[in-house]
């Protein structure tokens, strides 16, 4: 019997083993591509190069030459493509260009490129993108993540039928009339499973693009079964080939282009249309089992450098040795000595983050702002704190692994580890964080004595980063320690008051779910 692999088994083994999937074994090397300035991308539309300057974007990153090169021109999209490079060498935009490029000649709007991401904020994060590029070309993007309400995402997404402003009009052209008022949709699974299932007129019968953003997050969870539903939706079936056959449907040869990028041939000779995917990650899965998940079509993997994983060049990794009993004051002679620059600060646990926000907020006069984030906290809540420290009106956010994937802020330049992140990749996506678009940046973790070894063979694996050994002034510790025994006392009362956090509670006024960990009875205090 052959034993499966446990994520942390997978994340422990040696790196330089060779990948179970051929294809794999002999990637595009991202970093053999150098920069190109936009004007001298081949067959960029103008259109498309002049929102690029207007966003002041002046060059592509050799992730995004390198994906445009494998998608445009003569072989375009004929194997699916998938991007395996740096948090923050600009991915998003990797794949947004040429989408957006090959579906500026289409006659007819209909639903033609769908992107999945885990989380709300990012889909966001990614549609801007697409918002900034693709009405230059005539095409329309939406949204549906539930921001707003369903009601509200139907409206932006669908069309009145023919059927409702003409009801006279032939049965059959309106069954065939595509419906999607859209071209490109940025999605998360929840609320694309919502219109699959139950929105009317909501079609994937003309998709040509799927991206699936932070792959292997998203392959690691079923969310509703979205990709293997997606996927039934927008094979190739039969009733395809009748219809582009079928003489006398001259209604339908608007969309005989359907799904025709990456063409498949090889079906009685004739051509049958594939949806063309893109997959994309700073940290790429290997698992064959997972991978199958995505039906990929002889997949080309654009891998940056020889290791698995990389960190971004510009950033420099220090580790902090102490003791967990002083340890929220090393933060805060830390925090002091970054003299109020952005920084995000990860712990393991929405409840670490809650006690140690709690415990900050015990010591008066910091130099710094800071807030908790919390996924038990309202959305509206979350999204009031990020734009604060967007605009520099909040120097530090503590909260745990929610901000680690895909956030970006400009101007972040530090991050902390309060604990040791449990695996590379969880360390890969914090650090990415910082030093984004070639920007440089620097990640600090704290380590109790016992953990730098592990941390240290856990860094190698990041392209052979090293870690440099940072230590802090003892006397700024020392000063600190009298009001951090009040802080402590204080915060203990106030847990005993409470077994939920403030956050919880604001979370259960609102009816959302409270995990188990929090029902639970506090543990020993930080
Ligand atoms: N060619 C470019 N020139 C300048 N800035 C760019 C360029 N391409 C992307 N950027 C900027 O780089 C930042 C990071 O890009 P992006 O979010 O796409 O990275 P990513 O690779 O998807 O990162 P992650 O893996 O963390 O999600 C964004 O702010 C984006 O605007």
């Known amino acids: 019997m052959v034993a499966m692999k446990t994520k942390e088994q997978e994340d422990e083994a040696p790196e330089e083993r060779v990948p179970h999937l051929p294809w794999m074994r002999h990637p595009v090397d991202i970093d053999s591509f150098s920069g190109c300035p936009v004007t001298s991308l081949p067959r960029l539309d103008p259109r498309l190069a002049e929102a690029l300057q207007r966003m002041g974007i002046e060059s592509f990153f050799p992730v995004q030459v390198s994906t445009w090169l494998e998608t445009i021109g003569p072989g375009a999209f004929q ?17 947004a260009l ?23 904020d990012l889909a966001l994060q990614v549609k801007e993108v697409f918002d900034a590029i693709a009405p230059v ?15 509200d995402e139907i409206s932006d997404l669908i069309k009145k039928s023919k059927q409702e402003l003409y009801p006279s009009l032939d049965d059959e052209y309106v069954e065939m009339e595509p419906q999607t008022k859209v071209d490109i949709l940025v999605a998360t699974p929840g609320r694309l499973m919502d219109h699959i299932n139950m929105t009317k007129g909501f079609s994937l019968e003309h998709l040509q693009y799927l991206v699936v953003d932070e792959t292997d997050r998203m392959l690691r969870e079923a969310y509703q079964s979205w990709l293997p539903t997606v996927i039934q939706f927008t094979r190739p079936t039969n009733q395809n080939h009748f219809r582009h056959d ?37 940290t790429l899965t290997q698992d064959p089992s997972k991978l199958s998940q995505l039906e990929l079509h002889h997949p080309l993997l654009l891998n940056s450098g020889k290791k698995r994983y990389r960190i971004p060049t510009k950033l ?10 002083i340890k929220p004051l090393c933060l805060i002679v830390l925090l002091q000595e970054l003299r109020g620059e952005k920084c995000l600060v990860f712990t393991k646990s929405v409840d670490d983050s809650h006690r140690l926000s709690t415990l900050l907020g015990f010591f008066e006069d910091l130099p710094f702002k800071f807030s908790e984030f919390s996924s038990l906290q309202r959305e509206s809540t979350r999204r009031k704190t990020l734009a604060a420290f967007k605009e520099g009106k909040i120097d530090v956010l503590i909260g745990s692994d ?37 920007e440089s940046g620097s990640c600090f973790t704290f380590l109790r004595k016992n953990e730098v070894k592990r941390f240290d063979k856990m860094l190698k694996k990041a392209d052979g980063s090293s870690c440099i050994l940072r230590s802090l002034p003892e006397e700024s510790i020392d000063s600190l320690r009298p009001v951090f025994e009040t802080a402590l006392e204080k915060l203990k009362d106030k847990l005993k008051g409470s077994t939920e956090p403030e956050a919880s509670k604001k979370s259960n006024k609102s009816g959302d779910k409270v995990p188990g960990a929090l029902k639970r009875k506090r543990g020993k205090q930080t």
């Open 79 to 95: 194997r699916d493509i998938c991007i395996n490079s740096p948090t923050g060498s600009g991915k998003t935009l990797a794949y």
């Open 98 to 120: 040429p989408i957006v490029q090959m579906l500026s000649t289409r006659k007819v709007r209909c639903l033609r490129a769908l992107v999945v991401l885990p989380t709300r």
């Open 246 to 282: 079928t003489p006398g449907r001259t209604l339908l040869h608007p969309l005989t282009t359907i799904r025709r990028s990456g063409v498949e041939r090889g079906f009685k000779g004739k051509c049958y249309p594939r949806l063309a995917k893109i997959v994309c990650s700073a």
């Open 402 to 438: 929610i901000m680690a994937r895909g956030i970006h802020i400009d101007g972040l330049r530090y991050v902390i580890n309060y604990e040791m992140p449990q695996y590379v990749k969880t360390y890969i996506h914090r650090a990415g964080r910082t030093a984004r678009a070639g």
């Open 316 to 325: 420099e990794s220090y580790k902090l040795i102490c003791t967990s009993n």
């Open 137 to 151: 070309v005539g095409l329309t993007v939406a949204s549906a993540v539930g921001q707003s309400s369903i009601a």
